[in-house]
């Protein structure tokens, strides 16, 4: 498995923005995704991007407002939040080593994980 430690969570106003990191380290670094969890409810898909960076893939809800982005040679994968929302308020998760690469994409689709960090969004 991939090692995967996210960075650049923390608190920001409503329509801020924020940039998180996912630092990979160890085997092959595969195409990646973000997800998120809110208390209380289920981690759910926010965007996913190839190895090779030529294809992105969005949830509805972030479309528009969240660019996901790789730099292979740092091994780094980043999720650029604009616009930000109370409802964008969740723990995020960086996720790696697919098992599979069609949507929709679940939490069992991806086999490495990253620890998480808090975006907090007030209004």
Do not use: H
């Not at 923390?10 to 998180?20: F, K, Y």
């Not at 996901?68 to 091994?75: F, Y």
């Not at 994980?113 to 969004?121: A, N, R, S």
């Amino acid at each position: 498995q991939v090692q995967l430690v996210e960075s650049g969570g923390g608190l920001v106003q409503a329509g801020g923005s924020l940039r998180l990191s996912c630092a990979a380290s160890g085997r092959t670094f595969t195409s990646s995704a973000w997800f998120r969890q809110a208390p209380g409810k289920e981690r759910e898909f926010v965007a996913a991007i190839t190895w090779s960076g030529d294809m992105t893939y969005y949830a509805d809800s972030v479309k528009g407002r969240f660019t996901i982005s790789r730099d292979n040679a740092k091994r780094t994968v980043y999720l650029q939040m604009n616009s930000l929302k109370p409802e964008d308020t969740a723990v995020y998760y960086c996720a790696a080593d697919p098992r599979k690469w069609n949507s929709p994409w679940y939490e069992g689709d991806f086999r490495s994980w990253g620890q998480g960090t808090q975006v907090t969004v007030s209004s």
